[in-house]
């Protein structure tokens, strides 16, 4: 009990020497300013005067506030007979983002300097299984009440919240507005895989699955779905062969830019993308080569095969050709502090919002157009009805960030993903 009142006795002190220094500062620097001769004095500016005298009036006000939190509350943790909290150190309450009036936890010695990342490991300390790609952090800005008739005529309240998100990681909790004593809302975003994780397997897959169709053809259309030793010795036609290092060739691709090209603002997404993702590109390449390694299969005219893969072939060399770019824009540094965001120029960007997603559109195009199944034109259309909206968005995001004022650039471009049709 003794070391409790020293304790508070402690904090007392600091919290009165805290009060009167700033008086103490202010009365020298007035006798300092008196001693100025008058000439020197006209010069002073009076608007520069007054608004230092406000910041740092401000400035001692929040560090008052701030001392005189911590010291009300190891007065109510002595009356709760609890441990008392430490000095240089801030405490938060965390509660659910669902219901704010739910407390998840409480921490109570995160530095004063602390980052996101840093209450994030603080909060795993407390909860285990939630480690920090897991976590999502928001500052409860506004609650908002309604009410609404029930189902025996009384009138039941609703409360919505709106939190601010606690990103990036590197920022300070106090450049948030978050000081000691506050609330944080807390959202548990679930298990979550990287990635880089996500984006192998959902390319390997495709690898995968096309393959056995090809090599296994015999075992596979003759063991498994009736058809005769005859049909299944036929020789691959031209369309089959190239069709096989085509389709290989893109996903080797997509497995080389995951590792080497493509950087991701995220670290980590919820783990249920890996089998949506995984679930809609291995189905696709096991129908397309199902039907196009199949032993009854039809090839078009040598003409058309030639054009599709020739098409097919300069818009992936293209769409790589654009990840370079992006990449060398992510990592030049050269986005606004403010925005986060550049304007892709160079090759096709010059004229295409989005080059990437056409290059991929025009190259499965040409795959299609030399291969000729039903799954391959449902995988383009998939692909597009996904490329489409993120293309529209991004446009609108790039036209609203460079609108040509206060000496931002103009952002103009004609086409969004698709010319001369989009």
């Not at 005298?53 to 109510?76: D, G, P, Y």
């Not at 999502?136 to 609650?143: A, D, G």
Request: aromatic share 16%.
């Amino acid at each position: 009990m003794r070391e409790r009142e020293n304790l508070l006795i402690k904090d007392f002190r600091i919290l009165k020497k805290r009060k009167k220094n700033p008086a103490t500062r202010t009365r020298i620097g007035i006798g300092n300013r008196a001693n100025h001769s008058s000439d020197e004095a006209r010069k002073l500016s009076t608007s520069d005067h007054s608004k230092s005298s406000f910041c740092f009036s401000q400035n001692t006000r929040t560090h008052t506030r701030v001392i005189m939190k911590r010291f009300l509350s190891n007065v109510r943790r002595v009356g709760n007979n609890e441990s008392l909290g430490e000095f240089g150190k801030m405490k938060v309450t965390v509660c659910s983002s669902s219901n704010p009036n739910r407390v998840v936890e409480t921490i109570d010695d995160l530095p004063e300097d602390a980052t996101v990342l840093d209450l994030k490991k603080h909060f795993q300390r407390k909860k285990r299984k939630y480690y920090p790609s897991r976590q999502r952090f928001m500052k409860l800005n506004e609650t908002k009440e309604t009410e609404k008739d029930d189902a025996s005529g009384g009138k039941k309240k609703n409360s919505s919240h709106k939190g601010e998100p606690l990103v990036p990681d590197t920022k300070k909790l106090s450049e948030f507005g978050i000081g000691y004593g506050d609330t944080i809302l807390f959202k548990d975003l679930g298990p979550q895989i990287s990635y880089q994780a996500v984006f192998f397997w959902e390319y390997f897959g495709p690898l995968m699955m096309y393959l056995p169709f090809y090599f296994y053809r015999e075992k596979i259309y003759g063991g498994y779905f009736g058809f005769s030793a005859k049909e299944c010795a036929k020789p691959f036609q031209r369309a089959q062969v190239l069709a096989l290092w085509f389709h290989s060739a893109h996903y080797a691709k997509r497995i080389f830019e995951t590792f080497f090209v493509h950087s991701f603002s995220r670290a980590t997404m919820p783990i249920f993308n890996l089998i949506r993702n995984c679930g809609y590109y291995w189905t696709f390449a096991g129908l397309m080569s199902y039907f196009i390694n199949h032993p009854r299969y039809t090839s078009p005219g040598e003409r058309q095969v030639t054009i599709g893969f020739v098409l097919s072939a300069l818009f992936q060399l293209g769409n790589f050709r654009c990840h370079v770019i992006q990449k060398r824009l992510r990592s030049s540094g050269s986005s606004s502090s403010e925005t986060k965001y550049v304007i892709p120029s160079g090759f096709l960007f010059d004229y295409v919002t989005c080059a990437n997603y056409c290059c991929e559109i025009y190259q499965w195009l040409g795959f299609n157009i030399a291969t000729q199944t039903a799954f391959g034109y449902l995988f383009l259309l998939a692909g597009m009805s996904q490329m489409f909206p993120w293309a529209v968005q991004k446009h609108k995001r790039l036209k609203k960030l460079f609108d040509g004022t206060n000496g931002r650039k103009k952002f103009k471009r004609r086409f969004i993903v698709l010319p001369p049709f989009f």
